[in-house]
């Protein structure tokens, strides 16, 4: 059952636990200033900072579980497709997030938004080419 959860819903709900910590809640509007400041700093070969936020954490660890969750939408399994219908659901939520909560608006939380959606469109997308792929098998054989 693991394997219908989307796991693009652990960077939001890491999202959402930082921004419960912030005063205010999700009606803070200090997310952005939270999110960007740096947690700490790599010196660079050339010389010069690199600082690290909470932001560009959580964007890296979206974009791997991005990565996983589109070769996970790659099975034709039957509980792919409970974790596309899990997915939408995830997205409809930080759509509305997005939309609504000021601790949401954010280009860090717009762009994992956009992560979700990219997992839905690809987790149908690759469902209906296989689904008209074994169409066009059982077709053919029976030809």
């Given at each position: 059952?693991?394997?219908?959860?989307?796991?693009?819903?652990?960077?939001?709900?890491v999202?959402?636990?930082?921004?419960?910590?912030?005063?205010?809640?999700?009606?803070?509007?200090?997310?952005?200033?939270?999110?960007?400041?740096?947690?700490?700093?790599?010196?660079?070969?050339?010389?010069?900072?690199?600082p690290?936020?909470?932001?560009?954490?959580?964007?890296a660890?979206?974009?791997?579980?991005?990565?996983?969750?589109?070769?996970?939408?790659?099975?034709?399994?039957?509980?792919?497709?409970?974790?596309?219908?899990?997915?939408?659901?995830?997205?409809?939520?930080?759509?509305?997030?997005?939309?609504?909560?000021?601790?949401?608006?954010?280009?860090?939380?717009?762009?994992?938004?956009?992560?979700?959606?990219?997992?839905?469109?690809?987790?149908?997308?690759?469902?209906?080419?296989?689904?008209?792929?074994?169409?066009?098998?059982?077709?053919?054989?029976?030809?």
């Open positions: 059952m693991f394997a219908a959860f989307p796991l693009l819903a652990l960077p939001v709900l999202y959402n636990l930082v921004a419960l910590t912030l005063a205010g809640g999700f009606a803070s509007t200090e997310a952005t200033t939270r999110f960007g400041e740096p947690l700490f700093t790599i010196a660079m070969t050339s010389g010069s900072p690199w690290i936020s909470l932001s560009d954490l959580l964007l660890l979206a974009l791997i579980v991005l990565f996983i969750e589109l070769l996970k939408s790659t099975t034709s399994r039957r509980i792919a497709i409970i974790n596309h219908s899990l997915s939408m659901i995830l997205f409809i939520v930080c759509l509305v997030e997005f939309l609504l909560a000021p601790a949401f608006a954010t280009s860090t939380f717009f762009l994992m938004t956009l992560m979700v959606l990219l997992d839905v469109l690809a987790g149908f997308i690759v469902t209906i080419i296989a689904a008209r792929r074994d169409i066009d098998l059982a077709s053919s054989a029976d030809a």
